[in-house]
């Protein structure tokens, strides 16, 4: 069963910065499209960002162009999401996962979801 950790949220006023990171349990993430995702309490999941495991494609969310950037460095077996001129409407819990990734969106792969990350927006 694959497994993500992801980690790197906290509390950062409007404008700040934060760089979520998402390991791996028991396998490498360049073998997989990654996604990360963010929900609110009481909505669905929203798709964020993707970044393609070999066709250098990447997806971000209107919402989040421009100011979000995902990288990945196979090395560490880690996925970034680097965050900046974050609003509060960013707060959210933060999830990666296995993902189906092209240039216009995401979708997770799989029904569950790891513990997630906070990320709360405010002054």
């Known amino acids: 069963q694959l497994q993500f950790v992801e980690s790197g949220g906290g509390l950062v006023q409007p404008g700040g910065s934060l760089r979520l990171s998402c390991a791996a349990s028991g396998f490498t993430l360049d073998a997989s499209n990654i996604g990360w995702f963010r929900q609110v309490p009481g909505k669905e999941h929203e798709g964020v960002s993707c970044?393609?495991?070999?066709?250098?494609?990447?997806y971000y969310a209107d919402s989040v162009k421009g100011r979000f950037t995902i990288s990945r460095d196979n090395a560490k077996n880690t996925v970034y999401l680097q965050m900046n001129s974050l609003k509060p409407e960013d707060t959210a819990v933060y999830y990666c996962?296995?993902?189906?990734?092209?240039?216009?969106?995401?979708?997770?792969?799989?029904?569950?979801w790891g513990q997630g990350t906070q990320v709360t927006v405010s002054s």
């Open positions: 970044i393609h495991r070999s066709l250098g494609i990447t």
């Open positions: 996962a296995a993902a189906h990734c092209w240039s216009g969106g995401t979708s997770k792969k799989g029904n569950s």
